[in-house]
């Protein structure tokens, strides 16, 4: 009887630990433990039947396989070089707080230039540093709530919104200081963001890609900043992910408005070329320039059709105002360098001039000033 309760009183237990203490326990885990007590019950009854047949060794492989299943589950959801709880525990835990209807913040820390220390220093130190910085992030808050977001991207989860700006000051004066590691000194800044997630801002997936836009965000604000997710950058991210849904369509339709520029040539005292500017219009938000559509388009693919229509209504304008008497040295048509990483992009825009036979005289290729200077 003592063998058996006691069974049962660590099977007990087992449970209470993966349901309550261990909130990201994988659901099919969770089933079998759970069902663990009822399987001793099972066998104690089998035993008292068939009292000449010894079954605890079933015991001891059930009790392995428990443990099993726990160790299994941590290392699911645990990153192996920080030890920190990984991205899908993050995801995990705001899912739950969010249906709990709980208030809490979230803050990402991300490295600025930490390819760079691995360059300098060796994967293996940089590897070192990351153990080290996600520790001193234990130090701040519980480890329950500190997340190795992505790569040098950490995330922690902060359920007093008094205690936001006090964690962030801290951090912020730690980075200021050097990091002294396996006999290498360290200066590192990061950017941080920070979203408080509301009874009202309960969608895990709209606060995902908030927190995505914001990440990306800050690292083009430039290093060591801090930004707030507020409804401003929330009204940015509705407006991006409209241009992204406006300029899909205008793909399928083959739309865009293009205008021409026309350039004086002050010798000659004529218009001697132009430049084919594209815009989207909209009846909802009006007219949108390529400085906001085009680094959007970048950043989702959606450059490489873009340019080849752009250049393709070009081509068809050269045609129209040749039979007007029209005359006109150049056309220039904006390419991103992003559209010459593509192996075929000299084929295609030969192909398009030659669909529209326009003299390969009249259309000028520009990459587009601003990007040649980022890069």
Known sequence: GIY????????????????????????????????????????MIVQKIFNSISIECVFATLTMLIVYLYLQNKSFFIDALTKLYNRRSFFNLVEGYIKQEK????????LDDFKLVNDKFGQKRGDLFLANFSNYLTTIVNWKNAFRYNGDEFALIIRDDKEVENIINIISSRLKNTWKFDDIELII?????????????????????ILEYSISKIKN??????????????????????????????????GFEVYYQPIYDVKKGIFTKAEALARIKDNEIGLVSPKEFIPIAEETGLIFDIGYIILGKTCAFLKKIEKENIKLENISVNFSPLQFEISDVVNKIKNIITYYNVNPQKICIEITEDIMFDR
């Open 189 to 209: 800044t990061a950017c941080i963001s920070v979203i408080k997630v509301s009874k009202e801002k309960n969608n895990l997936k709209e606060i995902i890609s």
């Open 221 to 254: 604000n430039g290093k060591d900043s801090i930004i707030y997710c507020d409804e401003k950058i929330e009204y940015e991210l509705r407006r991006k992910n409209y241009i992204i849904d406006l300029m899909r369509k205008e793909i399928e339709n083959n």
């Open 103 to 110: 208030k809490f913040s979230i803050i990402i820390i991300s």
């Open 4 to 43: 058996y309760l006691i069974y049962f009183i660590y099977s007990i237990l087992t449970i209470i630990l993966v349901n309550f203490g261990e909130k990201s326990s994988k659901k099919r885990s969770r089933i079998i433990i759970n069902l663990f007590p009822l399987t001793i019950i099972i066998f």
